[in-house]
């Protein structure tokens, strides 16, 4: 049964070791990402179980790689957690989160998101996308996909894309030992070199970042239940706020932020340089949950000998 399960799926295994758990485990999680026919009922007991334990060790992971100073594993083994809870791909189109929503539908989707005036749309290929279209007109949806979805489907659609959280980040850096606060802007990458506007840092001042989070929705309540139907259980909403230097590949900072009802704030501290220069940090926002949600923000830090004001 695992050679045949295997023949379904995207990636290859070794065909000597279709007998180890290892490899039914691998195949599993493949059919789960694909989901896939699985061959027997006992398939899906052990898919659950495998979700469950799968969960814990990303989290151990997640935790190792922040240790140990790890920004690309780390980032690594939280889209494993989104891909696990959502069963999807990380290189699935994040608009195939919304139910009865097909691959063959995403043109028309793409098309239509091109007329939405308002929000500088050129097109639609992701759910930060969608939800800004239906923000700007909330019948977006019956518009575009009418005449191939009914009506009932896309109002199952819209239930769960109005739903989902729309987070903005906020954060103040602050010199440790004092109340002087560094002037910050928050800047979405990508951005043009040209327009960054450095900090300045005194050389061996250690700093804290100061995080707001903010959660919304377009409509309804506060509700941190995601929306994962092919998950094994329930599960809340949570975040991780990360800090690291892409060009060097360091994690410098690492928080778990838990379900976020209106706002969260947490700190992260931020080591002294001990010479002048110039470090452009990024500050991530990642979900426990969602694939095609997360946010990335630059940090421009300059280190500087001169007294800063």
């Not at 240790?67 to 809870?85: D, N, P, T």
């Not at 700007?136 to 109002?155: G, K, M």
């Not at 094994?232 to 706020?241: H, R, V």
Request: with cysteine; proline share 5%; glycine share 8%.
């Amino acid at each position: 049964m695992n050679s045949s399960l295997a023949s379904m799926l995207p990636l290859p295994v070794d065909p000597l070791t279709f007998d180890s758990p290892h490899t039914k485990t691998h195949l599993l999680l493949q059919a789960h990402f694909s989901r896939a026919a699985l061959p027997i009922a006992d398939y899906l007991t052990d898919t659950k179980s495998v979700l469950d334990q799968a969960l814990r060790i990303l989290q151990a992971l997640v935790d190792f790689a922040a240790s140990e100073g790890w920004l690309a594993v780390c980032l690594g083994a939280m889209q494993l957690v989104q891909m696990c809870v959502q069963a999807r791909w990380a290189s699935d189109s994040s608009l195939l989160l919304l139910p009865r929503l097909q691959e063959s539908h995403l043109p028309l989707l793409d098309r239509a998101g091109g007329g939405v005036r308002g929000c500088g749309l050129q097109g639609i290929s992701c759910l930060p996308e969608l939800v800004a279209a239906c923000e700007n007109d909330n019948r977006f949806l019956q518009c575009a996909l009418s005449e191939i979805i009914s009506s009932q489907h896309i109002t199952e659609m819209e239930g769960v894309l109005f739903r989902l959280p729309l987070m903005t980040v906020q954060w103040r850096l602050r010199l440790v030992g004092g109340d002087q606060e560094l002037k910050t802007t928050p800047t979405a990458t990508p951005i043009k070199s040209w327009e960054r506007k450095w900090v300045d840092v005194p050389v061996g001042e250690e700093c804290v970042l100061l995080v707001e989070v903010r959660r919304s929705c377009l409509r309804g309540g506060g509700s941190t239940e995601v929306y994962a139907p092919r998950f094994s259980k329930a599960k809340q909403e949570g975040w991780w706020l990360v800090l690291g230097e892409a060009d060097s590949g360091e994690l410098l900072a690492l928080k778990r932020v838990g379900g976020v009802r209106g706002c969260g704030r947490a700190s992260l501290a931020l080591s002294a340089s001990s010479e002048p220069c110039h470090k452009l940090l990024s500050l991530y926002l990642i979900s426990d949950s969602y694939l095609g949600l997360d946010q990335q923000y630059e940090l421009p830090l300059h280190f500087t000998e001169d007294q800063v004001t």
